[in-house]
């Protein structure tokens, strides 16, 4: 490591400085995110108004933690590696911002698209109505009582808590259609005629 250092000409030696440890940032961060620390910990900072463009309020943040700390990754270790090559020294380091700047505004992407993936996983009970569930634990009859009914709503398989109208019990495993909710979100069914 010590003679790779010492290789290195002053203006690689500063694009290290800028590269190492931003990316052993980016490592520690990563590492304490897939073991479930600091998850919303990321502070972004929205911009309106960039070089006279106006961007949507849409979750995209351009400048945040992980944002900056790839930017200078990326812009660091693309200069190192071309201020070994031919190129002039000015074309490298104007290459090397730029592709940490196109590291920055991607970030900013990927971090909206993922965002976007996000939901609150909470069901709107108001879509069971008109649906077919299967009975669990069996409902009295006339509204003495609840029981529970499986169903399929927003793709999740869940269990409500339903009553019913009829002038009979739903047993396990009947098949019933849910006609309405009630104001406790409760289900009310009817039992599936057999000619449904």
């Given amino acids: 490591m010590i003679n790779w250092w010492n290789e290195l000409d002053l203006i690689q030696q500063i694009f290290a400085l800028i590269a190492l ?4 940032l980016i490592i520690i961060q990563t590492v304490l995110l897939l073991i479930g620390i600091g998850g919303e910990s990321d502070t972004d900072v929205d911009v309106d108004d960039v070089d006279g463009i106006d961007l949507p309020d849409d979750g995209l943040a ?10 200078l990754c990326i812009t660091g270790w693309v200069a190192v590696a071309l201020l070994e090559t031919e190129l002039p020294a000015g074309v490298s380091i104007a290459i090397a911002i730029v592709c940490g700047i196109a590291t920055l505004i991607g970030m900013a992407f990927l971090m909206r698209a993922i965002n976007r993936l996000q939901s609150s996983g909470n069901i709107d009970v108001g879509n069971c ?8 634990i069996p409902v009295p009859a006339a509204g003495s009582g609840s ?3 499986n169903l399929t709503v927003q793709e999740k398989f869940s269990e409500f808590t339903a009553i019913t109208t ?10 019933v259609r849910v006609v309405a909710v009630n104001e406790a979100g409760v289900l009310v069914v009817e039992p599936i005629d057999k000619k449904d």
């Fill in 21 to 24: 440890p931003s990316t052993v």
């Fill in 62 to 71: 351009i400048f945040s933690i992980r944002g900056i700390l790839s930017m």
């Fill in 147 to 149: 029981g529970k009914v």
């Fill in 129 to 136: 109505i008109g649906k077919i569930a299967e009975v669990y």
């Fill in 166 to 175: 009829a002038g009979d019990q739903l047993k396990t495993g009947s098949y």
